[in-house]
């Protein structure tokens, strides 16, 4: 038996939602106040933001799949906030790279991208995220149309791929158990959506009444 939050359970529910996703920039938080960051404090910021964006990532991702097999159509009411907290983390990910490791130097940043490539790779999924964050308002679908604006959110799982490439590209080869999980998540979910897609298209036959058969002509009068 699924359950049906009333409109106080709900209100409750997104707001231990809101505060479970603001528990990681708690922490960073914190950890700024106290010193805390390790013997690599850019680092420490660069893989925590960008962890916890990945993570909400798959979690925005999952909320469908949940919805379509426990039956639970009040979960589409928390995508929206889990999405926009991973454009939030995303976010800071992007600001620590260009803030915290280059000083916000374009020179060193251009030298890092040739260095480094698996930067496009991330540059590329934040620029993707942008407009779907920008479009995550009612107003928006109103505007764009219902059709145009899935379209258009559809590229999160394109995003999702180049998270993948991202976080593998980064990570040293003896320590690729994350990023394999990572990418099995995103396997898996997108297999799922393609199958439901197929499923849909399937068009259903539609078998109408047979007629009676007329074994004699009726002579003419």
Same mark, same amino acid.
């Given at each position: 038996?699924? *359950?049906?939050?009333?409109?106080?359970?709900?209100?409750?529910?997104?707001? !231990?939602?809101?505060?479970?996703?603001?528990?990681?920039?708690?922490?960073?938080? $914190?950890?700024?106040?106290?010193?805390?960051?390790?013997?690599?404090?850019?680092?420490?910021?660069?893989? %925590?933001?960008?962890? %916890?964006?990945?993570?909400?990532?798959?979690?925005?991702?999952?909320?469908?799949?949940?919805?379509?097999?426990?039956?639970?159509? $009040?979960?589409? &009411?928390?995508?929206?906030?889990?999405?926009?907290?991973? *454009?939030?983390?995303?976010?800071?990910?992007?600001? !620590?790279?260009?803030?915290?490791?280059?000083?916000?130097? !374009?020179?060193?940043?251009?030298?890092?991208?040739?260095?480094?490539?698996?930067?496009?790779?991330?540059?590329?999924?934040?620029?993707?995220?942008?407009?779907?964050?920008?479009?995550?308002?009612? &107003?928006?679908?109103?505007?764009?149309?219902?059709?145009? $604006?899935?379209?258009?959110?559809?590229?999160?799982?394109?995003?999702?791929?180049?998270?993948?490439?991202?976080?593998? $590209?980064?990570?040293?080869?003896?320590?690729?158990? %994350?990023?394999?999980?990572?990418?099995?998540?995103?396997?898996?979910?997108?297999? %799922? &959506?393609?199958?439901?897609?197929?499923?849909?298209?399937?068009?259903?036959?539609?078998?109408?009444?047979?007629?009676?058969?007329?074994?004699?002509?009726?002579?003419?009068?």
């Amino acid at each position: 038996m699924s *359950f049906t939050p009333n409109a106080r359970q709900l209100g409750v529910i997104k707001i !231990s939602v809101f505060t479970l996703c603001l528990l990681p920039f708690g922490r960073l938080a $914190w950890a700024a106040y106290t010193g805390d960051f390790g013997s690599d404090p850019v680092e420490f910021v660069q893989r %925590w933001t960008g962890t %916890w964006a990945f993570n909400l990532l798959l979690i925005t991702l999952s909320v469908t799949p949940l919805r379509t097999i426990a039956s639970l159509p $009040w979960l589409l &009411r928390l995508r929206r906030m889990l999405g926009l907290f991973c *454009f939030f983390y995303a976010t800071l990910h992007f600001l !620590s790279f260009i803030g915290f490791d280059h000083a916000f130097d !374009s020179d060193a940043i251009a030298k890092d991208v040739v260095k480094r490539p698996f930067v496009i790779i991330g540059f590329a999924a934040f620029v993707l995220l942008i407009p779907l964050a920008a479009t995550s308002s009612n &107003r928006s679908i109103r505007m764009l149309g219902g059709r145009r $604006w899935q379209e258009l959110h559809r590229n999160i799982y394109l995003i999702s791929i180049l998270a993948c490439v991202h976080y593998f $590209w980064l990570t040293k080869a003896s320590a690729l158990l %994350w990023p394999l999980a990572y990418s099995a998540g995103v396997a898996l979910l997108l297999g %799922w &959506r393609i199958r439901e897609r197929r499923r849909k298209a399937i068009p259903v036959p539609k078998f109408q009444s047979a007629k009676p058969l007329k074994f004699f002509r009726q002579k003419p009068d």
